[in-house]
């Protein structure tokens, strides 16, 4: 992939997303997938290297979260087990889809959660 973007760029670039991510809780990946189609990626490419970006972030951030004692693991391990099917099953899904069909229902799933966020 042609690299577009300078090292302080990319030093703003993931510290925003670092901070977007633990604060809203996996909101980065709404920044990085944009931000890997702005350095010439398809829509497909940009939404798998964005969980390989996030995937280290969140992980620094739940051993954090867990030594302060803030992660109720109890209350996650139903989320985490059925959320890891649907993971994989996610790597099938996206191998088939169009890119196009993947932008359309990324953009639709950003505005919808943003409604969703404003009225509840």
Avoid: E, H
């Amino acid at each position: 992939m042609a690299n577009k973007m300078n090292n302080l760029k990319k030093f703003f670039s993931g510290m925003l997303i670092g901070i977007v991510n633990v604060t809203l809780g996996a909101g980065g990946g709404m920044l990085t997938v944009p931000l890997y189609k702005k350095c010439g990626f398809d829509q497909k490419s940009a939404q798998i290297n964005a969980v390989a970006t996030i995937l280290p972030i969140t992980v620094i951030s739940l051993i954090i979260y867990l030594l302060n004692g803030n992660v109720n693991l109890r209350d996650t391990y139903s989320y985490v087990i059925f959320g890891l099917p649907g993971a994989i099953l996610g790597t099938f899904v996206i191998k088939k889809t169009s890119n196009k069909l993947l932008q359309s229902a990324f953009a639709l799933f950003m505005i919808w959660a943003g409604v969703r966020m404003i009225t509840k």
